[in-house]
């Protein structure tokens, strides 16, 4: 760890926000010198950085409260009772990894396949992420992870569209006329984008939220259009139905940068407004309407995240709705198009960072994480060692039911790297005490905005607590894997994150650390397709993907139903016949600070939305505790009777930690394994209950 040797009594560390945010906010933290130690004290955002502004929001203005939480774990960690439980007794470092890369040399002897990673953005730091980790699990010659979970359906079907993850600047959208806030609740978890929205409100921009419930975003818009979950597609085929009717096209923009227009006419055919509106359960006025605002108030941009896209036809809708920009011509201007992520613009240096030739030839099977209930029970070759660190799945993997079983195999050997003992933590043979952002050393790109960002240790770490790549390297140490490549320092990580070529050319790793954040090299003001240069095989934006063809999936988008609907499966619709959605709490974010006090008080205990006439039917009051169920499993919580979820949708927002819920389950109890059309993703807001009074 690389500290001033002699810190003035109080001094300010450029960091960054780790959490998987597309905020990605730049941090200073306050350090003061305390008997000799550095204690943080304060956290604030920066505000010289253009999209921070000077702001975090409620749940990292709490960081300190989460880094110094009496409930870190300070030490290694074995398991002494039942998978589970959650009994550990303290042991030291050597005999803890000792004991690790003895049973994980065990079962690599026999096929080090049966050893899985699994991770996610607990921190989206590149180097406490995946550099040291993924050359360790490289050179063990470990399966593979398909990391789904979250975003690969709309990430992927965005990319086979315009060939890349870009979108307006997240800063442009305060130059909007329109916005259309779709599947967002911008200001839960998109809070920067949302203050360049309320700017351009300010200014005259219509706002328009697309949301089957009435989120705080939503609340405040102009309009919101309540469609049903998973039936944005044909929303989307609607509104390209109503613009090609009207002859409201930009015509040179698409002769000049599509592909596949008539295909995607035909398609947009069967799309009219009047079926539509069957489909989404709203009203075709509300389709034709959205459909002239997004012909006539320019420049227009949709704001379009990821909550859309956890259903069956996930993928579908982010290319339906990906069209829609090109068809009008919004690309022209830097404050029109389509912003899901702009995670495609920095680039990592893969090769050099994650180290794949260490694989040496080997080409490991791949476990998808979204169906980790399933590959634990099935898997073959079984899974025998597990991995887990930057991630919570016995908390947020659907299916709970068969994850959790899954983890409590007597057979399977558990490590988990972590803060807190999470519900998966419980499980684990081993917990491994992880640093928290103040205490380690990181670099960051965004998929929400267009800076790289450093974060300097601040302090310490916390008792015996290591940054996750330094326990990968002294488990390489352990296993005996001597290459070079493993004894680099975090900081050496980090110089050689990103191509010296293309946006990321400029960063230099000692100037970011000095300055904190660094803008990308492009150009400002930022228009990525205003001239077309769609980075797809034809170099068009691609309304027909022949890549898709090739898979076997349909080139030209279409509205794909949801697995659990009245229309795809009207015998399980009739048993439990509401949509259960499940998206994020304002004050957590994900699983992570559900265990810090404050925010929990703010959230107050799991809750149901219904709304009246859904209750009214089950004979449920506001306040009743609920139990939500189907064939999977259930999970109770108390009722709040209000018109802000739609008719047939009940809205429990998550992720709960299951311990700290009264009867120690959550929403993923109900959730399915089953995949998205597109990039193998979770579809967690396709799913099916029925609610009773407890
Ligand atoms: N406070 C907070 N911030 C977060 C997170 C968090 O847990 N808490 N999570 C982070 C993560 S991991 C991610 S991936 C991002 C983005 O995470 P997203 O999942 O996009 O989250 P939101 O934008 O909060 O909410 C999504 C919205 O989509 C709505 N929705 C659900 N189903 C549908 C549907 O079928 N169609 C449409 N149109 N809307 C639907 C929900 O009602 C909700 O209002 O947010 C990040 N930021
Ligand atoms: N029902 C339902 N389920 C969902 C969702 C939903 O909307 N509804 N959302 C889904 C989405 S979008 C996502 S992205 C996933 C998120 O799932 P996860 O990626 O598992 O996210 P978290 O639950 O926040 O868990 C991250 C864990 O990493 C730990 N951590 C943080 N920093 C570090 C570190 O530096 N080192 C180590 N070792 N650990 C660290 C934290 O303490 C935390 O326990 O959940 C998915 N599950
Ligand atoms: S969670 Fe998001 S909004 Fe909050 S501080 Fe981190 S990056 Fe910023
Ligand atoms: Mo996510």
New binding site residues.
Partial sequence: MQLPAAAPAEHIVRAACP????DTCAMLVTVREIDGRRVAVKVAGDPSHPTTHGVL?T?VSRYLERTYHPDRILHPLRRVGRKGVGRFVQVTWDEALDDIAGRLERIAAVDPQRIVPYSY?GTMGLVQGEAMASRFFHKLGASFLDRTI??TAGGEALTYTLGTRTGPAMEAFADSRLIVL?????I???LHLWSFAQQAKRRGAKLIA????R?D??EKCHQHIA??????GALALGIAHVLIREGWLDRDYIDRYTLGFDALAARAEGFPPHDVAQICGISASEVEQLARDYWHIRPAAIRL????Q??AGGGN?VRAVACLPALAGHWRDPAGGVLLSSSGVAEVDGDRLYRPGLLAGRSPRTVNMSTIGEALAHADPPIEALIVYDSNPVAVAPDSRTVAAGFAREDLFTVVLEHFRTDTADYADYVLPATTQLEHLDVHKSYGHLYVLANNPAIEPLGAALPNAEIFRRLAAKMGFTDPCFAETDDALAAQAFRRSGTTAKVDWEQLKQAGWQRLDVPLPYAPFAQGGFPTPSGRCEFYSQALADLGVDPVPDYVPPNEGPTSNPRRAARFPLAI?S????????STFVNVTSLRDTEGEPTLQIHPRDAALRGIADGDHVRVFNDRGEFELVARVTDRARAGVV?AL??WWKKLAADGRNANEVTSQALTDIGRAPTF?DCLVEVAVR
Avoid: E, Q
Avoid at 305 to 308: E, K, L
Avoid at 583 to 590: D, G, I, S, T
């Fill in positions: 959490h998987d945010c597309p929001c749940k953005a979250c975003a779709w599947g967002t609740n911008a839960a978890s998109n697309v949301d089957p419930y989120s975003t939503a469609l049903l979950p998973g039936t944005d995240n990821y909550g859309m956890r259903v809708a959605i998206p994020p709490a304002r004050n957590f974010l994900n809205v998550s992720i807001y």
